[in-house]
């Protein structure tokens, strides 16, 4: 079941092998004997492609059943004991989570040996409970649920742009020179409210929020991609503080109007308030909190 359901949310086998450590004919080789065992197909699989049957789709919401209670059961047993154990599942932006989670979660192994992480960056907001996870970073504003949110240190941007050019395009010295010039936007997958394909920027400067329709070559969905077109003088880029700050000590990325700031973008950490019981989770959100939490000795903690 569990290797049925991996190949159902990775979309092929090779991407189930990968998530199960196991060859693409073992993966193979359990889907077919589950099969036999049901006498019904699951999957519809061709060279390019593999399709859910009827059944399939019904039996892969059953099976989240079924390896739901039995990580239940496992967590009654992880409760028994103090010390954190068992798998963490964590989810994060990818910026954050490549760029400031993941070099942290060294430190939190040491602190945790027995537990075991499984983290999934994405720029979506997959829903906790239905797909597993213990705990989310989340960007932007949060709509009311029950699950808890903390609040985290805010989420800062930068604008900036290679020297290159600069030098090229001249430095624009008001929001309204934008227009003049070549600006990179970052599309967000719907559902987070902080840039649309209006490509419309807010600054803070000091007459206030001013807004300014901008325009250029490119709109992308990748802050990675981003970052690389900027360096390369593409074009002026909002990118966040975690993927720059080296580029613009280095003088790779030089800031365009320190005077007018993009708005911080707010930050929580997410958790089923049931699962705070589990020693693994309560560890990793002390640890989440000391390091990143909105009210934390080091304001300026968003650094690895």
């Not at 970073?137 to 050019?165: D, K, W």
């Not at 991609?225 to 790779?252: C, F, N, S, W, Y």
Request: charge should be neutral; glycine fraction near 6%.
């Amino acid at each position: 079941m569990t290797v049925y359901v991996k190949v159902v949310e990775a979309g092929s086998m090779t991407g189930a092998a990968a998530q199960c450590e196991m060859s693409t004919t073992m993966v193979g080789n359990h889907l077919r004997a589950l099969e036999q065992r049901l006498g019904v197909r699951l999957l519809n699989r061709t060279t390019r492609r593999q399709r859910l049957t009827e059944f399939g789709t019904a039996y892969y919401q059953r099976c989240l059943e079924v390896l739901g209670l039995v990580a239940d059961s496992e967590r009654l047993a992880e409760q028994a004991l103090d010390e954190p154990s068992g798998t963490l599942r964590i989810t994060a932006p990818l910026t954050f989570g490549s760029e400031k989670l993941a070099p942290a979660l060294s430190e939190f192994t040491l602190l945790c040996p027995r537990v075991k992480l499984d983290v999934v960056l994405t720029n979506r907001r997959p829903d906790l409970l239905e797909n597993g996870f213990d705990v989310a970073f989340r960007l932007g504003h949060m709509e009311q649920t029950n699950l808890i949110s903390r609040p985290l240190v805010a989420y800062p941007l930068t604008m900036c742009a290679s020297p290159h050019y600069l030098a090229r395009r001249g430095n624009p010295q008001t929001p309204e020179d934008l227009q003049h010039h070549d600006c990179l936007s970052f599309a967000y997958p719907a559902g987070d409210d902080w840039h649309s394909v209006e490509k419309v920027w807010r600054l803070i400067g000091p007459e206030g929020e001013v807004a300014v329709a901008v325009s250029g070559p490119m709109l992308i969905n990748s802050s990675a991609g981003l970052h690389q077109a900027a360096r390369t003088g593409m074009g002026i880029v909002l990118l966040p503080d975690a993927l720059v700050e080296q580029d613009l000590k280095d003088g790779k990325l030089l800031a365009v109007m320190p005077d007018y700031l993009p708005p911080s973008r707010p930050m929580s950490l997410m958790y089923a308030q049931d699962r705070y019981r589990l020693p693994k989770l309560r560890s990793f959100v002390d640890f989440a909190m000391q390091r990143w939490g909105k009210h934390s000795p080091c304001p300026t903690c968003l650094e690895p």
